[in-house]
């Protein structure tokens, strides 16, 4: 009778365990059984740009060629409501209407068009530099290529490469007029203070970071070691700016979602720009 009973309790113990493993297994990740969470998720920036166009379904198929509803308004204005991170204060009600209604305005829609530019990725990024972590921010933009398109670091920034080189413009050292005489041979006192060489250089000078980061990276000072957060500039609807990020949660308003939004006029969008790639500072 006892060995009877422990049978059982064995079987219901394997049964609970096997019905838990299905139910993982049925699951993805933290969405353990609940799929309709992972369709509203916006998994892709490729997939936001797609909804923000409304040029697939609500269960992420693309819209057969020809078909009414690719980029049809009334869906779309559906899909723009949730492509906004609700838990930012800043976007408020009346600013997201302001926007759908301009986006999806019958006379004039506005779409994201992915090879048009007017929009760049900023990738915040670690390296060891002569054996020390520090953060360094690439930005990166799409260009033509000879097989398509690619992306392309066009600039970049960060705090220690910065520091590298002094911004004073206030030149104290200087090569004597006359240096041309003796052959430029007092060029020696250029280099012989490293932390004093910008002072030799033309008015003007800016340093170029990027081939800076090259450099170092060649030399083996500079290892890349991994991307910490990703983050699109989207300067491409006219009369305004946001910022798409990706957020993970364990909810509906997850993915990739717009974080930020303003308008912006097209004579501020210079300023804009130079603001987000830190040459203001």
Same mark, same amino acid.
């Given at each position: &009778?006892?060995?009877? =009973?422990?049978?059982?309790?064995? *079987?219901?113990? *394997?049964? !609970?365990? *096997? ?7 049925? #699951?993805?990740?933290?969405? /353990? ?15 936001? !740009? /797609? ?5 697939? @379904? ?41 926007? +759908? ?35 360094? %921010? ?14 392309? +670091? ?30 430029? &041979? ?14 030799? #250089? ?20 500079? %290892?890349?070691? %991994? !991307?910490?957060?990703? /983050? ?6 006219? #009369? ?9 949660? @364990? ?6 979602? =717009? ?16 603001? =987000? ?5």
């Amino acid at each position: &009778m006892i060995q009877k =009973i422990h049978k059982v309790i064995i *079987l219901l113990v *394997l049964s !609970v365990f *096997l019905f838990e493993g299905n139910c993982y297994a049925q #699951g993805i990740g933290h969405y /353990k059984g609940d799929e309709s969470k992972l369709y509203a998720e916006t998994k892709q920036f490729t997939q936001f !740009v /797609k909804r923000f166009n409304n040029e697939e @379904d609500m269960n992420g198929q693309p819209y057969p060629t020809g078909s009414y509803k690719f980029r049809e308004l009334s869906m779309r204005k559906k899909y723009l409501e949730v492509l906004f991170d609700s838990e930012n204060a800043s976007l408020t009600k009346k600013l997201k209407k302001d926007f +759908i209604d301009d986006v999806t305005n019958s006379k004039a829609p506005k779409f994201i068009e992915k090879r048009q530019g007017g929009y760049f990725a900023q990738v915040e990024t670690r390296y060891l530099y002569k054996g020390k972590n520090i953060n360094v %921010t690439l930005y990166l933009r799409l260009q033509a290529d000879s097989l398509g398109y690619k992306w392309a +670091i066009f600039d970049v920034y960060s705090d220690v490469l910065q520091g590298i080189h002094k911004n004073d413009t206030s030149k104290k050292n200087f090569l004597h007029p006359m240096s041309h005489e003796i052959d430029f &041979m007092n060029l020696h006192r250029a280099f012989r203070d490293p932390n004093e060489i910008e002072d030799y #250089g033309v008015n003007g000078y800016k340093m170029d970071y990027l081939s800076v980061l090259f450099y170092l990276a060649k030399s083996g000072d500079l %290892t890349f070691v %991994t !991307v910490n957060k990703v /983050k699109f500039h989207i300067f491409q609807i006219s #009369g305004w700016y946001f910022s798409v990020e990706k957020f993970e949660r @364990d909810s509906y308003n997850s993915g990739w979602m =717009i974080s930020q939004l303003m308008p912006l006029k097209n004579e501020d969008m210079e300023v804009w720009t130079q603001h =987000i790639l830190q040459k203001d500072k």
